[in-house]
């Protein structure tokens, strides 16, 4: 087993708590970002002592340094497992996913975050919840559930259900355990399913840092070369046809691929969201430098 690639996260916002961990706090505490001058009288500790603010005190008084603490915060991962998510030409989405999840919770840890795991698909599954904990294992835990995961497959009988497969019906009361609470949130899916909606419950989620995972395979962003009858299926209806892969329709392909990441991106960006894609593999380089571009 290799070792789960970290990468490094910092959050643009301020978190209250009293735990110790690596972000902006707005505790006060043993931290170092300085918060206040206040009399030695109301907080009794010499080691804190400023002499300069002291001496230039109107009052004549002795003042000592109050410091904001840094402060841990609550990480959890949402993630799609419909049946879409277990498609890929190499490996499937979900996979990719697990290798994220993994990552965070090494990540998660070495920060002193909890890290949890939330799942849904057409309604949320329950079996593969786990709360936020501290925990050196909680990544490969989160992991291997993800891997050992099945799709529900009663898409072929119940098309009508099928066609919510991963959507709001599920994702709404998978967040519900985290609405109106801080910390940071990761929504991993390929977001392959009607869209309305989304924005509501992005709305319960908004006072946490939301960070959108688009999961995508380069065999659905890049149409065959060769041209020949090709046999596709839909993931989620398990519907199947045949199609003549001619230049007109590769070009249609790749303008629908186009279309819908701008879709994604009109609505993330209307919540000042910026989302991260996972093509074919985890990259845990590319996901530290979006976090750095993003708060700089």
């Not at 009794?44 to 410091?67: G, M, N």
């Not at 030409?89 to 993994?102: C, G, I």
């Not at 993330?268 to 993003?294: C, I, K, S, V, W």
Request: aromatic share 8%; glycine share 10%; with cysteine.
């Amino acid at each position: 087993m290799t070792a789960a690639a970290e990468f490094h996260y910092r959050l643009p916002a301020s978190f209250g708590g009293y735990r110790p961990g690596a972000h902006k706090g707005t505790s006060l505490g043993a931290g170092q970002g300085f918060a206040a001058h206040k009399r030695l009288f109301d907080h009794p500790d010499p080691r804190r002592l400023d002499l300069r603010a002291s001496v230039r005190d109107v009052r004549q008084e002795w003042l000592v340094r109050i410091q904001r603490q840094r402060v841990a915060v609550p990480v959890n991962a949402v993630v799609d497992v419909s049946a879409s998510m277990h498609f890929g030409a190499a490996r499937s989405k979900l996979e990719v996913a697990a290798d994220f999840v993994e990552a965070l919770g090494s990540s998660a840890f070495r920060a002193g975050d909890a890290c949890g795991l939330l799942a849904f698909d057409h309604a949320e599954r329950e079996d593969l919840f786990m709360p936020a904990r501290h925990s050196r294992g909680a990544g490969f835990v989160m992991g291997q559930l993800l891997r050992d995961c099945t799709a529900d497959d009663d898409a072929a009988s119940n098309p009508q259900k099928a066609g919510n497969r991963g959507g709001i019906d599920g994702l709404r009361p998978a967040v519900a355990r985290l609405a109106g609470r801080k910390g940071l949130v990761f929504l991993v899916s390929d977001f392959h399913w009607p869209l309305a909606g989304l924005d509501a419950v992005l709305e319960l989620l908004a006072p946490a840092c939301v960070v959108p995972m688009v999961a995508w395979d380069p065999a659905e962003t890049e149409p065959p070369d060769a041209q020949a009858l090709v046999a596709v299926s839909d993931a989620e209806t398990g519907v199947r046809r045949s199609l003549w892969m001619r230049e007109s329709l590769r070009s249609e392909w790749r303008a629908g691929v186009a279309a819908r990441r701008d879709e994604l991106r009109t609505l993330f960006e209307g919540r000042g969201l910026e989302p991260f894609y996972l093509h074919g593999a985890f990259d845990g380089e590319g996901l530290t430098r979006h976090f750095l571009e993003a708060v700089a």
